[in-house]
T-cell receptor, first 112, second 107 residues
Framework: EAQVTQNPRYLITVTGKKLTVTCSQN?????MSWYRQDPGLGLRQIYY???????DKGDVPEGYKVSRKEKRNFPLILESPSPNQTSLYFC???????????FGPGTRLTVT | EDQVTQSPEALRLQEGESSSLNCSYT??????LFWYRQDPGKGPEFLFT???AGEEKEKERLKATLTKKESFLHITAPKPEDSATYLC????????FGKGTMLLVSP
């Protein structure tokens, strides 16, 4: 089954404790992206990657890191999480930048 | 700054009551407009892509249309399972997401 998977689905952590949210897709898509979704603000892009070893900032990249060492994986790293990073996070993949995106199930992160 | 505005923010319909959702954008040189459906707590699900004014796409009870400044998502005879938030996304050099229209269809 074609899908985008994210882990963990739910995470509660404390300020400053480094964490990684994994994202994997099995559709051989070149384009992958991370979003956060907050009430009243909609979906905002954090980082995206057009191919292996190619990443770029989205609209709200501060406090986040990403890497794309393999085509299928695109982890999101929070080196020192803060409470304002409490949000619902989505990973997405696409055959290309102009094409439709396939979203993962989401990761609900709470930073206390 | 590119803007995407969706209206209304929320819409309540009775089952079978047709209506339309609007997506207005101020992007010149549009390179694509996407519609997604999102259920609470889940990832958005792709519905349609439109590229040029006059284009229309249909899927079951949904039909998306595009003009030079706006797109409409027409819902014909909706059912309760059509209840969701519908997102409009435009693509120019980057993607811009609208905040969505929350649709509730009552039996």
């Amino acid at each position: 089954e074609a899908q985008v998977t994210q882990n963990p689905r739910y995470l509660i952590t404390v300020t400053g404790k480094k964490l990684t949210v994994t994202c994997s897709q099995n559709m051989n898509h070149e384009y992958m992206s991370w979003y956060r979704q907050d009430p009243g603000l909609g979906l905002r892009q954090i980082y995206y990657s057009m191919n292996v070893e190619v990443t770029d900032k989205g609209d709200v990249p501060e406090g986040y890191k990403v890497s794309r060492k393999e085509k299928r994986n695109f982890p999101l790293i929070l080196e020192s999480p803060s409470p304002n990073q409490t949000s619902l996070y989505f990973c997405a993949s696409s055959p290309g930048t102009g094409a439709e995106q396939y979203f993962g199930p989401g990761t609900r992160l709470t930073v206390t | 700054e590119d803007q995407v505005t969706q209206s209304p923010e929320a819409l309540r319909l009775q089952e079978g009551e047709s209506s339309s959702l609007n997506c207005s954008y101020t992007v010149s040189g549009l390179r694509g407009l996407f519609w997604y459906r999102q259920d609470p707590g889940k990832g958005p699900e792709f519905l349609f892509t439109l590229y040029s004014a006059g284009e229309e796409k249909e899927k079951e009870r949904l039909k998306a249309t595009l003009t030079k400044k706006e797109s409409f998502l027409h819902i014909t005879a909706p059912k309760p399972e059509d209840s969701a938030t519908y997102l409009c996304v435009t693509r120019y050099s980057t993607l811009t997401f609208g905040k969505g229209t929350m649709l509730l269809v009552s039996p």
